[in-house]
């Protein structure tokens, strides 16, 4: 599975928290109705072709 993450490793509960914890900092005050994506990068796109499909 690691092979098809960018990061090169599985993601844990860690990750998620740390999210969290940002989205509930005053950093991420201005942040609003956004979908954060917590997964190492997985579901980027294959290639620059793949973008230009779009």
């Known amino acids: 599975m690691t092979a ?4 090169k490793r599985i993601g844990d ?8 914890l940002f989205l509930a900092s005053k950093e991420a005050t201005y942040i609003t109705g956004q979908s954060i994506v917590v997964n ?9 072709g793949a973008l230009e499909d779009c």
């Open 4 to 7: 098809a993450i960018p990061l």
């Open 13 to 20: 509960v860690e990750d998620i928290g740390n999210t969290a």
């Open 40 to 48: 190492g990068g997985q579901t980027l796109p294959k290639s620059l």
